[in-house]
Nanobody, 131 residues
C-alpha cells in the first residue's frame, strides 16, 4: 500500500523552529521519480501550497514562507523534510506532505504549487505557533 506519514508537528512559540518529516512507503523507485510538496490548511481556510521540490532538487516556496522554510529530500530514505524557522502565529495549520505521480526531472512552480498535481497525500501533522 502506498502511503505518506508526516511527523514533527507540535506547539512552539513565535520565533521558534520545527522540522517536519514525511516518509513514503511504496515500491521501487516511485519516490525518486516523483516530485514532493508540502501544503497546509489553517482553520476556516483553504489548503494552500507551502513548498515543493522537483526530482532535480529544485525548490519552490510560497511567498509567505520564503526565507524561513527549507524543503529537502533524501531519495535513499524515501523522505522529504520541511525545516521551519522564525515561525509566526500565522503558520499555525495542519501540514500535509504530498507526492506526484512519475514526472519529468524538471518541474515548474506552476506544477508543484497546484494540488491537483499530487496523487498521494499524508494524514497531516498539526503545527501550532503561540504568540
Amino acid at each position: 500500500q502506498v502511503q505518506l506519514a508526516e511527523s514533527g508537528g507540535g506547539l512552539v512559540q513565535a520565533g521558534g523552529s520545527l522540522r517536519l518529516s514525511c516518509v513514503f512507503s511504496g515500491r521501487g523507485r516511485t519516490f525518486s521519480e516523483a516530485a514532493m510538496g508540502w501544503f497546509r490548511q489553517a482553520p476556516g481556510k483553504e489548503r494552500e501550497f507551502v513548498s515543493g521540490i522537483s526530482r532535480s532538487g529544485e525548490t519552490y516556496y510560497a511567498d509567505s514562507v520564503k526565507g524561513r522554510f527549507a524543503i529537502a529530500r533524501d531519495n535513499a530514505k524515501n523522505t522529504v523534510s520541511l525545516q521551519m524557522n522564525s515561525l509566526k502565529p500565522d503558520d499555525t495549520a495542519v501540514y500535509y506532505c504530498a507526492k506526484t505521480p512519475r514526472v519529468a526531472f524538471f518541474a515548474p512552480y506552476s506544477y508543484l504549487s497546484t494540488q491537483n498535481s499530487y496523487d498521494t497525500w499524508g494524514q497531516g501533522t498539526q503545527v501550532t505557533v503561540s504568540s
